[in-house]
């Protein structure tokens, strides 16, 4: 069979096993070799919400997605060209995103009896009871290999079976033609405390890759040349990384101290993790003993001069209600960032979904109206904190920053922008005034407070969650009350003035306008682009901002047709829509499954409707 070289344009490839057989660092390395040879690339983690499932059970199954190419890349892909199954309960979970076309990588050592059984297959014959015989399978008893490569290294079988991932990924690296030498330094870093893991992991890598190279089964490897990018530097870069490196840009440009109180929980958790990295830069960190008390040292935190910072997910969003309606009458910034996954309650904790918009907009007691912004990309995360950074401490008040799962984990090469062109923060500090302080005197642009830190001499005051007055004293007065609240959500209102307006993707007026938020951005962008070289009239308002909306918003949903609103809920922002603009008639398409949308979801959706 002659070996040929195929260039393409893009490829998805997806790595699935047990939770132990390393899928998610496999996957990482492939995407970061990808990314550093100059290819566009998106990423999905698709963790097994068990902590520990049975091994070799569909529940414990862990799956890591990459899309690699030389164009613009803007989702991790429907459906995958490759398709690594470590085990027969990986393949059971993941054939159903196996392309027709596309090439099966089995390890047959363990394809037993045992493992089949215990992946609950009625037959001894997975591959065609799923019925992708037709698929390019390729057989590699791969863990045997393993042991061969690495008999000699010293170290035990436990420690040599954990090395097979290295194996396949050798494998992938020669049929995508990426290069050895970035995974090489990555592992020269990962184990420089113990040097004498290095070359044992290199060379089972390295035997992969020749392994490969060998056999007849691969007749074609494949090239992907670098995309044309912006001159600049790029790094990958996760969600959760880049929003942790966001709120420190903020602090940096507003000369504000950064401090984050907060509680871990999935999938949020990596951000305190990053923050706490970061004590050269002035950020201190705290991870409280629960989430009550990560927002409420944040609050205490921003009450003497500091821009606070919590972070969460939705149970925990739920806890913090009281306290960010604390947050809110005091009127001093905080960020709170809510990475979403599936609820209700525990729900999957691994798993992504928009399911928390309606308690972020209305999880509190009393008239407590908080600004939301929404990240809508990994590298966007970035963007987003550092602005709902700016906004919380410009406009005394607190922000909500919503972000998913999908995004906190996945990944995406990111042009690292230089500081200069960002907007400068200034925070409404107050040093000294003429006569007695007020603590709820007002801007008569923005609205927002005064900032007066505690221990000046002359601003001296009061704040706390009972209701004050101007002057800050404790006042029940009815008309009093009803102003303050109007105040408070006045301020909220004006940011309207400060935000971006709305923005089209495709002509500004036509036939259908596809509307989103969040996460889905990448899907509902690539669904729109296949309309437009269809000739269709199909055009996307992704919304970054929520409360308040851009103020061109009814402007720009008046000259289209149709509206449809896709979101990963069960239609919280639709909702939302209608109360505020309820001049328009809206349709939907909505899903609640844990899983992000796929591309052909929204195209059909949308066609019903054409």
């Not at 050269?280 to 001069?305: H, P, W």
């Not at 007695?436 to 407070?449: C, D, I, S, V």
């Not at 938020?517 to 962008?525: E, I, K």
Request: hydrophobic residues 40%.
């Amino acid at each position: 069979m002659q070996h040929k070289v195929i260039d393409t344009q893009d490829v998805v490839i997806r790595f699935a096993g047990d939770s132990g057989d390393g899928m998610q660092l496999t996957g990482t390395l492939f995407a970061d070799a990808s990314a550093l040879y100059g290819n566009e690339i998106s990423t999905f983690p698709d963790y097994p919400a068990e902590i520990r499932a049975p091994h070799g059970t569909v529940s414990g199954v862990s799956g890591f997605q990459v899309h690699v190419g030389s164009i613009e890349i803007n989702t991790p892909g429907d459906f995958c060209d490759v398709l690594v199954a470590m085990n027969p309960a990986a393949l059971k979970a993941n054939a159903k995103w196996a392309k027709p076309t596309a090439t099966i990588i089995v390890d047959t050592d363990t394809f037993d009896e045992a493992g089949i059984v215990r992946a609950g297959f009625k037959t001894l014959d997975p591959v065609t009871e799923l019925k992708v015989e037709d698929r390019n399978i390729i057989y590699s008893p791969i863990t045997t290999l393993t042991k061969e490569s690495l008999k000699d290294s010293g170290m035990d079988n436990k420690a040599i079976i954990r090395c097979k991932n290295m194996f396949t990924l050798g494998m992938c690296f020669f049929m995508f033609n990426r290069p050895l030498e970035f995974t090489y330094a990555y592992l020269e870093k990962k184990f420089k405390k113990k040097p004498q893991l290095i070359e044992p992991n290199k060379k089972v890598l390295f035997d992969g890759f020749n392994y490969a190279s060998n056999i007849h089964a691969i007749a074609n490897t494949y090239t992907i040349q670098p995309a044309r990018q912006e001159k600049g530097t790029y790094r990958n870069i996760s969600g959760n990384q880049a929003t942790a490196w966001g709120l420190i840009a903020a602090s940096e440009k507003s000369g504000v101290p950064l401090f984050c109180g907060s509680y871990p929980i999935t999938p949020a958790t990596a951000i305190l993790e990053e923050l706490a990295i970061h004590k050269n830069l002035g950020v201190k960190t705290l991870q409280a003993e629960d989430e009550i008390a990560g927002i409420c040292t944040a609050i205490g935190a921003a009450y003497a001069g500091n821009f606070a910072v919590t972070t969460t997910s939705g149970p925990g969003l739920s806890l913090k209600s009281e306290a960010l309606g604390l947050a809110m009458i005091t009127e001093l910034p905080l960020v709170l960032v809510d990475v979403q996954r599936s609820g209700p309650s525990t729900g999957i904790p691994t798993k992504t979904e928009q399911t928390d918009l309606n308690q972020a907009l209305y999880g509190r007691n009393g008239e407590c109206p908080i600004a939301i912004i929404a990240a809508h990309s990994p590298s966007h995360c970035f963007d987003a904190a550092f602005y709902a950074g700016k906004y919380a401490m410009e406009h005394m008040m607190p922000v909500i920053l919503l972000t998913e799962g999908f995004l906190g984990n996945g990944s995406e090469p990111w042009k690292i922008p230089s500081m200069k062109d960002y907007p400068a923060i200034k925070p409404p500090f107050i040093d000294s005034c003429e006569g007695q302080y007020k603590p709820y005197q007002r801007n008569p642009e923005t609205f927002a407070r005064y900032w007066a830190v505690p221990g000046k001499a002359g601003l001296e005051h009061r704040v706390g969650g009972l209701e004050k007055n101007t002057e800050g004293v404790i006042s029940s007065d009815p008309l009093n009350h009803e102003k303050m609240c109007a105040e408070r959500a006045e301020k909220v209102a004006r940011l309207a003035n400060y935000i971006p307006d709305q923005e089209v993707i495709g002509d500004k007026k036509g036939e259908i306008l596809i509307v989103g938020w969040g996460g889905t951005f990448g899907h509902l962008y690539t669904a729109v682009k296949e309309f437009h070289a269809e000739g269709k009239s199909v055009s996307l308002a992704h919304f970054d901002f929520i409360n308040p909306l851009p103020k061109n918003t009814a402007e720009i949903f008046g000259n289209f047709k149709k509206i449809i609103v896709c979101e990963l809920n069960s239609g919280h922002f639709v909702d939302y829509l209608r109360a505020k603009l309820p001049q328009f008639k809206y349709m939907q398409y909505n899903k609640v499954q844990g899983q992000p949308f796929i591309v052909k979801e929204i195209v059909d959706a949308v066609n019903n409707i054409l």
